[in-house]
Structure formats: structure tokens, C-alpha cells
């Protein structure tokens, strides 16, 4: 065989080195809390890590994830539906329409950090001025800039898909009568549907993992929250919070929370490129 | 065709009814569009006003101050001495050695993809490349941990840090590439061929030269995505007060201070400045790839 085949292949056993790796390391560190507390550990929704008494279950924490995500992809799918529409449809090709749509991608650039601090000092006495929450910090606050934070990705597809739809259809459409609203429901979103749908998949693929921002917003209390308004943690932010104060049991019990969002990240990552499979053919 | 429809006055009234339906749907695309954008603007705006005082000379010769220098100056209505001297050294760094790790790797398996496009193995590799890119970052922080801190470095340190940033480079760079290559015509490729050359040269000077301006593009935006990481940086380089060069060691990065001023209210007013240089390096990598890619059509 050819030498530089050889290197070649070897470069790609490294990727699957990586994550088999990380599927290892996740793993074993997760066990001890699994051994501790079993299935539990998944449905339970305490957490209180004080010595001599620890438990640890990661039910707020998926909870917290689930819900913020949700909020973010509906507040999301409004704006970024319609901004695919803008550039895409009515202003396509046009001076105004690139420059929304690197406005946009500009979105996609900013540090997560930023967002946090933005949403902190800009957002969050929005929220208390509503009179929505005490302090600010609520799973709604972080599910908003959340929001922000996947629109660029969940546009940029969108976009992508509505002007792969055909132009004889529409046309089609328009010389049938048809004003503009409803080519747009009876030829486009049936036509880039399940596309429309796979860039909202992914876009809430990205909310589940987001960090800095959600933990900064949040409000950081480990219990299942009881309304949109209230604190809570997502299953990143409580890796970021308590990271470094753990050991033993308790840096387990985080490892194994960072197994489960690798393993739900990884499913909902998977169903979205699945529907692109199916339908790209 | 839209603007015709419009201007008739329409007596039948089931047609004026479709058409205010269509106005008023034109009038939300556009509404929810304008509110789309506008974060970014006032991100951009509060950046700004917020930052630019704190920006000099010292904001980049100088390290960062401690909590009680800064303390002092905003008791005296100073504007807060020192800088992110080892934020910028510490970012500069490990994404210099991320790079190094990453991107040799990450051109080879994106060449490999390219030349395998349809083989079985191949395609498991790209799976797996899409998995690795959906990793969240708090994630390879933790794998970062294991690994190195845990395993190598026996502490937090610059290399923990790098390895995290270089995971979430490699699939970047992989893509890219892939991408970049598929778009060479394939005649190039085959005149090498045919004049006998031998297969490392057709990849080294065939390949890689006439997607050069692909391949730095992907990479710059690999960099472009790292650079602003906080999350897997807490838990791998944790951050330091000293400019460090030394890979073993604990080393600070522009994010990582960020998250330290914000933390320390004497230092708070530092957030705008540092959030604001780290937003433009993002942007200024954005846009010399988009001139990039610009040139190359």
C-alpha cells in the first residue's frame, strides 16, 4: 500500500481514538455515582452534596436544560423563520438582505461570555423592571439570550433551504393568483419542511451545551423549578459551577451529568442528520 | 408581480381580504426580522460606550490589576490602572499550541475524507466527526481534565487548555477541508497523475495550493470559534495573574478574565474593555476569511 495512504488513514484513527476516548473517560468516571445510587441518580431531584449525607440526583438539571432549550427554540423559531423569509424570499439577493444576514453571523461570533454579561447588565433588569422575577435570574432569562445565541444557526440553514426550493413551483403558484403569504405556506414551507425543521433540531442540539451565559443568567439553585420565572441550573452550568469544589463522589456525580449531555447532545445531533440523510436524496 | 396586485383598488372582497393577509404577514417577516438584528447592535453599542475608556497603551502592555490597586481607583474616580496583558499572552498562546495540535491532523483527515468520499469506513469517520463537533465545550473541558490535568500536567495548566480548544478545532478543520477539496476540479488532479507524479507530491503541490484559500478560511474560523471559549478553559487553565509561557503551568486567557472581573466588584468596569477586544478579534478573523472566500470566487 502506499505510504501516504497509510499516514492518511492513521490521521483518521485519531478522531475515532478522541471519541472513543471520551466515551472511556466518561464512562469510568461516571461509575462510582452510578454504583452509588443506580437509575436513581438519573430520577432522583436532590442534590445536596454536604458531607456525610451526599446525594446526588440530576433531575433539576435535565429538567433546567430541557426548559431553557424549549424557550429558546420557541422565542427562536419566530424571529429566525422570519429572518430566513427576509433574506431568503422578499429581499433575496438584494444589498439589505446581505447585510442582515452578516448582521446575523455576527450574532454566531460573539463569546458566550459576552452574551452572559450582556444579558446580566442589559437583560436581566428588564426582567425584574416586568416585575417577572426578584432578582432577574430565571430559567426564562436564560432561555432568552439563549434564544439570541441560536438564531444565527438556525437562519443560516433556513435560509439555505427556502432558496433551494424551485422557482417554477412558486412561479407556478403566481400565475395561478396566488399573493406572496401563501406561496409562501402552500409551496415553500411544504417543500423545505422537513429542512426547515432539521435546522431548528440542530439550533436545539447547540442550546442544550451552552455554558457561560446560561450560567450566569440562571440563578444557579439545584431543584426543579416550579415555574419559567424561577432559578434553577442546567446540566452545563452546574458542571461550571460546582467543578471547582468537587471531588470523589461529587466530581462523579458531575462527570456522569457531562455523560448524559455528550449522550443527549449526541441523539438529538443524530435525528437531525438522520432527516438530512432521508430527505437530501 | 407583488407591487402590481397591490396598487389596484380591489372591489371584490374576498381579494382585498387575501391581500391585507399578505400585507400584514409581509409587515411581521419584516418586524420580527428588524428584531432579529437588533441585539447585535446593541450588544455592539453597549460594548463600545462601556469599553473605550478603559483602552490604552497599558490595556495591552500590562498585566491584569489586583483587586486592591483597582479598588483604590475606582475610590478615587480613577480609571483602573494595568490591563489583560496575560489574558492576550495566554489566549495568543494556547491557541497557538491548539493550532499546532490541531491543524496538520485536521488537514490529513479531511484529505482523507476527501479521497475516500464514498467508502463505508469513510463514512463512519464523518459520523463520528459530526458527533465530536456536537460535543458541548463544558464537555471537552472535563475530557481536557481527565486527560491532561489529571494524567500529565498533574495540575492546571496550558496545556489542559489547548487540548479542550483543539478537540473543538479538529472537526472544524476536518470539514473545511473536505469541503474545500471536493470543489478542486478533479481534471487538476488527474494532469498530475498523469505526468507520473507521485501521490504525497499531487497532495502537497496540488492540493493543498489550490485550496489554500479554503483552508485557511476554515481554519481562521476554527480559530475565530475557540478564541472566545471560556467554559472548558475553567476547568483545564484556570487562569493566572502571571503572563506564563509555560505549558504545565496555570494559564490566564481574555475570557477567563473576563469571568475574574466580573466576579471581583472592584474590577467590574474592566468586563467592557476586555469584552469588547475579544468581540473584535472574533470579528476582525471573521472578516479577513470572508475576504478570503471573496477572493477566491
Known sequence: MNPTKIVLFLASLVVILITAGMVYSLTSGAIPVFREFGLGFITSAEWDPTEGREVYGALPFIAGTLLTSLIAIVLCFPLAFSTSLFIGEYYRDTKIASIAGTMVDMLAGIPSIVYGLWGFYVLRPLIVSFGWSAQGFSIFTAGVILAIMIIPYATSITTEIIKMVSNDLKEAAYSLGATRREVIFNVIIPNARSGIFTSFVLAFGRALGETMAVTMLIGNSNVIPKGIFQSGNTMASVIANQFGEADGLKLSALVAIGLLLFVITGIINGIGKLIIKKYSV | ?297
Open chain 2, 1 to 297: 408581480m407583488k407591487k402590481l396586485a397591490s396598487n389596484h383598488k380591489h372591489t371584490n372582497p374576498l381579494l382585498r381580504k387575501r391581500l391585507s393577509k399578505d400585507r400584514v404577514f409581509a409587515g411581521g417577516v419584516i418586524l420580527f426580522s428588524a428584531i432579529t438584528i437588533s441585539p447585535i447592535v446593541l450588544i455592539i453599542y453597549k460594548l463600545i460606550s462601556k469599553g473605550y475608556k478603559q483602552i490604552n497603551f497599558d490595556f495591552f502592555s500590562k498585566k491584569a490589576p489586583d483587586t486592591y490597586e483597582a479598588m483604590v481607583a475606582v475610590n478615587s474616580g480613577e480609571v483602573i490602572p494595568g490591563g489583560i496583558l496575560n489574558g492576550i499572552t495566554g489566549t495568543l498562546y494556547m491557541v497557538f499550541i491548539a493550532s499546532v495540535m490541531a491543524i496538520p491532523v485536521g488537514l490529513l483527515i479531511g484529505i482523507f475524507l476527501y479521497e475516500q468520499k464514498t467508502k463505508r469506513y469513510a463514512g463512519i469517520v464523518r459520523d463520528i466527526v459530526d458527533i465530536l463537533q456536537g460535543v458541548p465545550s463544558i464537555v471537552l473541558g472535563l475530557i481536557a481534565y481527565f486527560w491532561v490535568v489529571k494524567n500529565i500536567t498533574n495540575g492546571f495548566s496550558a496545556l489542559a487548555g489547548s487540548t479542550a480548544l483543539a478537540i473543538m478545532m479538529l472537526p472544524l478543520i476536518i470539514r473545511s477541508t473536505e469541503e474545500t477539496l471536493k470543489m478542486i476540479p478533479d481534471t487538476v488532479k488527474e494532469a498530475g497523475f498523469a505526468l507520473g507524479v507521485p501521490y504525497h507530491k499531487i497532495i502537497l503541490r496540488v492540493l493543498i495550493p489550490s485550496g489554500f484559500s479554503g483552508l485557511a478560511t476554515g481554519i481562521l474560523l476554527a480559530i475565530s470559534r475557540v478564541i472566545g471559549e471560556t467554559a472548558p478553559l475553567m476547568l483545564t487553565a484556570l487562569g493566572s495573574m502571571e503572563v506564563n509561557f509555560d505549558m504545565t503551568k496555570p494559564t490566564s486567557a481574555v475570557p477567563l478574565l473576563i469571568w475574574d472581573f466580573y466576579n471581583d466588584p472592584n474590577m467590574v468596569d474592566l468586563i467592557w474593555s476586555s469584552s469588547l477586544f475579544l468581540m473584535m478579534i472574533v470579528l476582525l478573523l471573521n472578516l479577513v476569511s470572508k475576504q478570503l472566500i471573496a477572493k477566491r470566487s
